[in-house]
T-cell receptor, first 112, second 109 residues
Framework: DVKVTQSSRYLVKRTGEKVFLECVQD?????MFWYRQDPGLGLRLIYF???????EKGDIPEGYSVSREKKERFSLILESASTNQTSMYLC???????????FGPGTRLTVT | GQNIDQPTEMTATEGAIVQINCTYQ??????LFWYQQHAGEAPTFLSY??LDGLEEKGRFSSFLSRSKGYSYLLLKELQMKDSASYLC??????????WGAGTKLIIKP
């Protein structure tokens, strides 16, 4: 059974803190993605990666960075959290053809 | 710009049929996806259309018309567990997914 896991379901951080969101997949997928999901908006792509050590900016990369040191792990980093980064963060993975993305359960991040 | 439109919310009755529409304007087209997302959970894949026509999968069917930039998801014999948000997404010329905001489907007994 395919599985994408995320390090936390709920997270509360203070403004200015450095925040790490971890995502691990066990399907040996090349592609991994980080999205944020806000009410009334579609999923918005923050960063994605097609291979280890590779990263590409999505539609809203400002205020975020990523790290992919191992194929199965893709980390999202908020260098200095701000209140407008309060959101649901979803990680996904897929094969190179990308016909289906498999999502993790999400991390609901609140920045106070 | 790129745009995916779908209704914000729909209500239907248990046992009935409901059709959720999605219209799109994107730079290129490499397939359209439907995902289901229950409240507080991750989206899960439902269907994929790249050619015009109807794809049937059990109680769920998805239709695509590329010339009209239009798709719909048809749910038959509705069950209470079908209460969820349904997300439409289009893969553009760069093979990136453009997502609609989702349609919240409420099923009443």
């Amino acid at each position: 059974d395919v599985k994408v896991t995320q390090s936390s379901r709920y997270l509360v951080k203070r403004t200015g803190e450095k925040v790490f969101l971890e995502c691990v997949q066990d399907m040996d997928h090349e592609n991994m993605f980080w999205y944020r999901q806000d009410p009334g908006l579609g999923l918005r792509l923050i960063y994605f990666s097609y291979d280890v050590k590779m990263k590409e900016k999505g539609d809203i990369p400002e205020g975020y960075s990523v790290s992919r040191e191992k194929k199965e792990r893709f980390s999202l980093i908020l260098e200095s959290a701000s209140t407008n980064q309060t959101s649901m963060y979803l990680c996904a993975s897929s094969t190179p053809t990308g016909d289906e993305q498999y999502f993790g359960p999400g991390t609901r991040l609140t920045v106070t | 710009g790129q745009n995916i439109d779908q209704p914000t919310e729909m209500t239907a009755t248990e046992g009935a049929i409901v059709q959720i529409n999605c219209t799109y304007q994107t730079s290129g087209f490499n397939g359209l996806f439907w995902y289901q997302q229950h409240a507080g959970e991750a989206p899960t894949f439902l269907s994929y259309n790249v050619l015009d026509g109807l794809e049937e999968k059990g109680r769920f069917s998805s239709f695509l018309s590329r010339s009209k930039g239009y798709s719909y998801l048809l749910l038959k014999e509705l069950q209470m567990k079908d209460s969820a948000s349904y997300l439409c997404a289009v893969r553009d010329s760069n093979y990136q997914l453009i997502w609609g905001a989702g349609t919240k489907l409420i099923i009443k007994p």
